[in-house]
T-cell receptor, first 115, second 113 residues
Framework: KAGVTQTPRYLIKTRGQQVTLSCSPI?????VSWYQQTPGQGLQFLFE???????NKGNFPGRFSGRQFSNSRSEMNVSTLELGDSALYLC??????????????FGEGSWLTVV | DQQVKQNSPSLSVQEGRISILNCDYT??????FLWYKKYPAEGPTFLIS?????DKNEDGRFTVFLNKSAKHLSLHIVPSQPGDSAVYFC????????????FGGGTRLMVKP
């Protein structure tokens, strides 16, 4: 069974540009969540999509957005990149929407560097 | 405000001894807690979880204890092995919040041979 796949794994962008990151969840999983990991702030929740609907959103500016497609694949977009957006972006998928048990699986992440 | 805190950024223990990682939370709506292990350049891997209706959950060398009144949980690893060296994250969830996890800042565990 394939795990959570995130692309690209590494990328470098210039301040002011925008970036789109992609996540393919485990087959059959309907929930996809996104997290940002930085040295200073740790792992912070960005948003969760369940059956194409955004169900929860973290405390991030509107420059951060996402969407989920009918096949459960998800993308997140960051516009007008700032240096502070440099981080590891992690995607997690789950078959359920309850946050219970060992059913939340993380991908390896996309490393974004903004210069 | 940090709703989940891991006050020890690092911990060093000898192989074979017990590792105890601590986590405190403030939000009384949290009713499910998870521990994840993370290696550099990899995503977090689920270790063990506990529901707020329990005070202990055990899985092999890993045991999680929950003290609801103190809003404190701990992860015990016995015996510790060098392969356990990683960053450990405590996370909390609330039933109303779906799959949204609130993470602590992590504790880097180093197990020395």
């Amino acid at each position: 069974k394939a795990g959570v796949t995130q692309t690209p794994r590494y990328l470098i962008k210039t301040r002011g540009q925008q970036v789109t990151l992609s996540c393919s969840p485990i087959s059959g999983h309907r929930s996809v969540s996104w997290y940002q990991q930085t040295p200073g702030q740790g792992l912070q929740f960005l948003f969760e999509y369940f059956s194409e609907t955004q169900r929860n959103k973290g405390n991030f500016p509107g420059r951060f957005s996402g969407r989920q497609f009918s096949n459960s694949r998800s993308e997140m977009n960051v516009s007008t990149l700032e240096l502070g957006d440099s981080a590891l972006y992690l995607c997690a998928s789950s078959p359920t929407g309850t946050g219970r048990g060992n059913t939340i699986y993380f991908g390896e992440g996309s490393w974004l560097t903004v210069v | 405000d940090q709703q989940v805190k891991q006050n020890s950024p690092s911990l060093s223990v000898q192989e074979g001894r017990i590792s105890i990682l601590n986590c405190d939370y403030t939000n009384s709506m949290f009713d499910y807690f998870l521990w994840y292990k993370k290696y550099p350049a990899e995503g977090p891997t689920f270790l063990i979880s506990i529901s707020s209706i329990k005070d202990k959950n055990e899985d092999g060398r890993f045991t999680v204890f929950l003290n609801k009144s103190a809003k404190h949980l701990s992860l015990h690893i016995v015996p510790s092995q060098p392969g356990d060296s990683a960053v450990y994250f405590c996370a909390a969830s609330a039933l109303y919040a779906g799959n949204m996890l609130t993470f602590g800042g992590g504790t880097r565990l180093m197990v020395k041979p």
